[in-house]
Antibody, heavy 117, light 112 residues
Framework: EVQLVESGEGLVQPGSSMKLSCVAS????????MNWIRQAPKKGLEWIAL????????YYADSVKGRFTISRDNSKNTLYLEMNSLRSEDTAMYYC??????????WGQGVMVTVSS | DIMMTQSPLSVAVTPGESASISCRSS???????????LSWYLQRPEKSPQLLIY???NLASGVSDRFSGSGSGTDFTLKISKVETEDVGIYYC?????????FGAGTKLELK
């Protein structure tokens, strides 16, 4: 059974940093691209980052480019999202999702990030 | 960026009846490889999004065949037949042709 379990939830002040993790199981993690998607409270879904299976390419939404970094450790079956210079508009539920080369077939349960003073 | 426009934004359906949701993209989602990268997701209340349909009309594993997708190019439709209580939630179309991947605003399905 495919499982994606995010962690790192919390409340932080504007301008600070935070790192999210997503531990994968039930599939060969090193064979698949992975994504982060977020959802602000009572809003729609926003894709924010993609990393290829071998970390050879990384893509970001303009809203997070230069502030967020996606990375992975295939030896630990873990995906990361390092978030710097956090803003109130980054407050959202953050989901990791498995990329099946053209669609996202499995999503984690999500972790809540709140940016507030 | 490719813009995804869904309609309606909300729909109320009597259990047992059908519902249709439309999605339009600002650019054709047909890749040169012949695949059209349009998917549909359902987000039930307080849950993560769940894949329903990928590449226009392919049913995801474990998804009821009451769900079906159709369309081509820039115009797509999700049809839900014999709506059940468990179908309540927000439906999103999304394009995976190019980054940034973009989602429609969502269509909220409620029961009458």
């Amino acid at each position: 059974e495919v499982q994606l379990v995010e962690s790192g939830e919390g409340l932080v002040q504007p301008g600070s940093s935070m790192k999210l993790s997503c531990v994968a199981s039930g599939f060969t993690f090193s064979n698949y691209g992975m994504n982060w998607i977020r959802q602000a409270p009572k809003k729609g879904l926003e894709w924010i980052a993609l990393i290829y299976y071998d970390s050879s390419s990384k893509y970001y939404a303009d809203s997070v480019k230069g502030r967020f970094t996606i990375s992975r450790d295939n030896s630990k079956n873990t995906l990361y999202l390092e978030m710097n210079s956090l803003r109130s508009e980054d407050t959202a539920m953050y989901y990791c999702a498995k990329d099946n080369s053209g669609y996202l077939d499995y999503w984690g349960q999500g972790v809540m990030v709140t940016v507030s003073s | 960026d490719i813009m995804m426009t869904q309609s309606p934004l909300s729909v109320a359906v009597t259990p047992g009846e059908s519902a249709s949701i439309s999605c339009r993209s600002s650019k054709s989602l047909l890749h040169s490889n012949g695949i059209t990268y349009l998917s549909w997701y359902l987000q039930r209340p307080e849950k993560s999004p769940q894949l329903l349909i990928y590449q226009i009309s392919n049913l995801a594993s474990g998804v009821s065949d009451r769900f079906s997708g159709s369309g081509s190019g820039t115009d797509f439709t999700l049809k839900i037949s014999k709506v059940e209580t468990e179908d309540v939630g927000i439906y999103y179309c999304v394009q995976f042709l190019e980054v940034p991947y973009t989602f429609g605003a969502g269509t909220k399905l409620e029961l009458k």
